[in-house]
């Protein structure tokens, strides 16, 4: 590679990646100047809003640049631009929900730990590179130690924060196991590169025993992000000790950063192995099995909860199942490149987007329903009632919550629907049995996932109200749950835009592109270096 060609691809990376470092700019700033300047909580939110507008402004200004797919550590694909657009935009909502939260002499911290959160979720989305991967990974999770520390320092967030961060550290240290076994096995940590290698006639992993390895620690690392069985325990007890607004971006951002990396990193990389292969049959038979663990735990514990925010993590834990679903479909139809595999990404990625707006939506509107002394609704009796007391939240919440449950029209249906069908439509032949009872099985546990959010409904309705709820929080929350609510009604009844966007971002994720044509020789020949030095070993 040319100085000059070097040159020019970090400086397109950099392009790439400037609103990423426009974000973590303005964090730093907030976090250093906190400590010297007395500026009120609704300020600083402010300010974290005015850089996530920023944020925005900047990727659109380089959706066109396009960095080397070889010599460059990320992609802007369709699926890196879309996935942090929608990123940004839903930023809005969570710093909506969140904007009373912290004490006002950790706002600054507090909002700006949001922006590196921010900023680490969109580098996973267009990681092109193991190491990248792994940095935007740390750069979600240690701010969020902060942030279930900052907004109230007492012991039960205390002991939520410790939980999350041993877990945190445990499940990191499995998945860089992982990595390097992946890094090993290839000679490279260029993610396109691993791809041109699974698709080449060059055999891509000489030891199948090390591959799957490989596969197994990354997705166990990654399981604790998607809170998936079997590193699903935390969830509960961590989601029961923090305040709503940090719950619900635990129930949202890391499932992001976790179907991103395991497309990224696996999905995309084994893509053009097909169900048949000694490796690609491992990973979808672990896959079904985290899949219908998952959502069957988490709709089976969850009819046992009277607690709202347990409640939500058993139900976050059985639509991490759901996504699982979508995963292992794609695993497997992954040889052909066709649109069976395309449709498996793009039903995770349309139900990322549809859960986004129903579970931000649920925990926002839980928030804004107060009693008499200032606490939120805490038990399912608490809300008890409220269909009558307080008619426009509790509309709000009833869509949100027929949306989890799959619902038609709303987003929740379509979301599942699609799920379903790329699972049905994965494999032909005797391979497509497995697939189709994972599907069965989905269908069974959305039935059951039914009850506990009926009955939520039910009380709502129906309940006779022992202590009467207020609607708060002010204009901030009533227009990030808003518009929760609506979008929830609006992707459901016409998604054909979100649906296009996904199916763009799908087809980009497994886009191979030809090194020789832009790049000089030594470009074009790094990828094969690592194929050449599997055969001479």
């Not at 949100?400 to 038609?408: I, T």
Request: glycine fraction near 8%.
């Amino acid at each position: 590679m040319t100085p000059e060609y070097a040159y020019q691809t970090v400086q397109k990376t950099l392009y790439v990646l400037s609103p990423e470092i426009l974000l973590l700019a303005a964090a730093i700033v907030m976090i250093t100047a906190s400590p010297f300047v007395r500026v009120a909580r609704q300020r600083w939110c402010a300010i974290a809003a005015a850089a996530l507008a920023g944020g925005i402004l900047a990727l659109i200004a380089t959706r066109d640049v396009v960095p080397d797919a070889y010599a460059a550590v990320v992609v802007n694909d369709a699926m890196s631009f879309y996935v942090r657009l929608f990123v940004l935009l839903s930023g809005f909502i969570v710093l909506g929900i969140a904007h009373r939260e912290p004490p006002e002499g950790r706002a600054a911290e507090f909002f700006g730990s949001f922006l590196m959160i921010q900023a680490g979720t969109m580098i996973t989305a267009s990681a092109n590179d193991l190491i990248v991967l792994f940095v935007g990974l740390e750069l979600v999770s240690i701010p969020t130690y902060l942030w279930l520390y900052l907004s109230r320092r007492t012991a039960a967030t205390q002991e939520a924060a410790t939980k999350y961060f041993f877990l945190s550290i445990f499940s990191s240290a499995l998945l860089l196991y992982g990595l390097t076994f992946l890094y090993g096995l290839a000679g490279t940590t260029n993610l396109k590169a691993l791809g041109a290698l699974a698709s080449s006639s060059i055999p891509y992993f000489p030891s199948l025993s090390l591959g799957v390895l490989a596969v197994v620690f990354i997705l166990a690392g990654l399981c604790f992000r998607l809170a998936a069985v079997p590193l699903h325990f935390y969830a509960p007890d961590v989601y029961q000790a923090s305040p709503l607004p940090v719950a619900a971006m635990l129930a949202w951002i890391p499932k992001v950063v976790g179907v991103l990396a395991i497309i990224r990193a696996l999905t995309a990389v084994l893509a053009s192995r097909e169900l048949g292969d000694p490796l690609i049959n491992k990973v979808v038979l672990l896959c079904w099995i985290v899949a219908a663990a998952t959502m069957t735990l988490g709709n089976v514990m969850g009819l046992l909860q009277r607690d709202l925010k347990r409640l939500l993590a058993y139900s976050s834990i059985a639509h991490a199942g759901y996504m699982m679903v979508a995963i292992t479909a794609a695993f497997a139809s992954g040889g052909a490149r066709g649109n069976a595999f395309y449709h498996g990404i793009e039903a995770a990625l349309y139900y990322l987007a549809a859960y986004a707006f129903m579970t931000l939506g649920t925990f926002g509107l839980i928030l804004a329903l107060r009693k008499a002394d200032g606490k939120p609704a805490a038990t399912i009796e608490d809300l008890s009632g409220v269909g009558w007391t307080n008619r426009i939240p509790a509309l709000g919440l009833t869509i949100c919550l027929l949306a989890l449950l799959g619902f038609p029209p709303l987003s929740g249906f379509m979301g599942k629907f699609q799920i379903f069908a790329s699972a049905f439509s994965a494999v032909e032949g005797p391979e497509a049995t497995s697939l189709r009872l994972l599907a069965v099985v989905g269908m069974l546990n959305a039935a059951i996932g039914a009850f506990y959010y009926l009955r939520i409904i039910v009380l709502m309705y129906f309940g006779k109200s022992e202590e009467p709820l207020t609607a708060t929080g002010g204009w901030p929350v009533a227009l990030a749950t808003g518009a929760c609510a609506v979008l929830t009604l609006v992707i459901g009844i016409a998604p054909e835009s979100i649906s296009r966007a996904c199916r763009e971002a799908a087809a980009s994720a497994n886009v191979l592109p030809d090194a020789a044509v832009d790049a000089p020789p030594a470009v074009a020949g790094a990828v094969a270096a690592p194929a050449t030095a599997i055969i001479s070993d």
